[in-house]
T-cell receptor, first 111, second 114 residues
Framework: QQPVQSPQAVILREGEDAVINCSSSKALYSVHWYRQKHGEAPVFLMILLKGGEQKGHEKISASFNEKKQQSSLYLTASQLSYSGTYFC????????????FGTGTRLTIIP | GAVVSQHPSWVICKSGTSVKIECRSLDFQATTMFWYRQFPKQSLMLMATSNEGSKATYEQGVEKDKFLINHASLTLSTLTVTSAHPEDSSFYICSIQRGTYEQYFGPGTRLTVT
C-alpha cells in the first residue's frame, strides 16, 4: 500500500518553514526523499535508514520514526527553488531496492 | 552521481502501435534498473524491475505481455509498450540503483497515444 503524505499541498512565502510527513502502514527499513519539478525526473534529497541518525544538509533535514513508521521532511527558510512536488520513497527490507513512493506533497513558494 | 538517459524524451503514437523506450546508464554498469509510470499529478508507480540477463519482475497488475522489458546489457534496458492505447499515455521514468541506497532517475519519456 502506498505511503500517505501530508499535507497534499502547501503554499508558503519565501523564508517560511515547512514540514512534510510520510506515513506507512508497513514496517520500514529506509525512507528516501525526492523532489520533482514539473515535467522532470525526481531528484534525490536524502535517505534515512532504520537505526540511523536524523539527516540534513543546509536548510533541508529529515527524521525517521521507525516505531511509528513515519518520516518527516523539514524545510527551513524556504527558497523559491524549493518549489516542486516532494515524494517519500519507502523500502521495506535491506537490499530489497524496490521503492514504494508516497502520494506526494506539492510545495509552492511565492515571493 | 550516476547519469541516466532516456530516449525518446517524448513520443506521440497512434492507438494500436508499439513504442520502444530506451534507458541507458551512462557511467555505471547497472544489473538492475527500475521502470516507473507516472500519471499527471500522481505519484510514481513501480511497473517492473529489470534484471540484466534475466526476465523482468513485474509488479502486481502490470501486464507483462503489454509492457515488454529487455535488459540486454549492463547499460541498457528497454521498455516496449505494445498495442498502445490512449490510457497508456503517461510519463515513463527509469532509474538505477548505484551503491546500496540511492536511486538515480532518468529524465523520463512522455508518451501520448492518440
Amino acid at each position: 500500500q502506498q505511503p500517505v503524505q501530508s499535507p497534499q499541498a502547501v503554499i508558503l512565502r519565501e523564508g517560511e518553514d515547512a514540514v512534510i510527513n510520510c506515513s506507512s502502514s508497513k514496517a520500514l527499513y529506509s525512507v528516501h526523499w525526492y523532489r520533482q519539478k514539473h515535467g522532470e525526473a525526481p531528484v534525490f534529497l536524502m535517505i534515512l535508514l532504520k537505526g540511523g541518525e536524523q539527516k540534513g544538509h543546509e536548510k533541508i533535514s529529515a527524521s525517521f520514526n521507525e516505531k511509528k513508521q513515519q518520516s518527516s521532511l523539514y524545510l527551513t527558510a524556504s527558497q523559491l527553488s524549493y518549489s516542486g512536488t516532494y515524494f517519500c520513497g519507502t523500502e521495506i527490507n535491506f537490499g530489497n531496492e524496490k521503492l514504494t513512493f508516497g502520494t506526494g506533497t506539492r510545495l509552492t513558494i511565492i515571493p | 552521481g550516476a547519469v541516466v538517459s532516456q530516449h525518446p524524451s517524448w513520443v506521440i503514437c497512434k492507438s494500436g502501435t508499439s513504442v520502444k523506450i530506451e534507458c541507458r546508464s551512462l557511467d555505471f554498469q547497472a544489473t538492475t534498473m527500475f521502470w516507473y509510470r507516472q500519471f499527471p499529478k500522481q505519484s510514481l508507480m513501480l511497473m517492473a524491475t529489470s534484471n540484466e540477463g534475466s526476465k523482468a519482475t513485474y509488479e502486481q497488475g502490470v501486464e507483462k505481455d503489454k509492457f515488454l522489458i529487455n535488459h540486454a546489457s549492463l547499460t541498457l534496458s528497454t521498455l516496449t509498450v505494445t498495442s498502445a492505447h490512449p490510457e497508456d499515455s503517461s510519463f515513463y521514468i527509469c532509474s538505477i540503483q548505484r551503491g546500496t541506497y540511492e536511486q538515480y532517475f532518468g529524465p523520463g519519456t512522455r508518451l501520448t497515444v492518440t
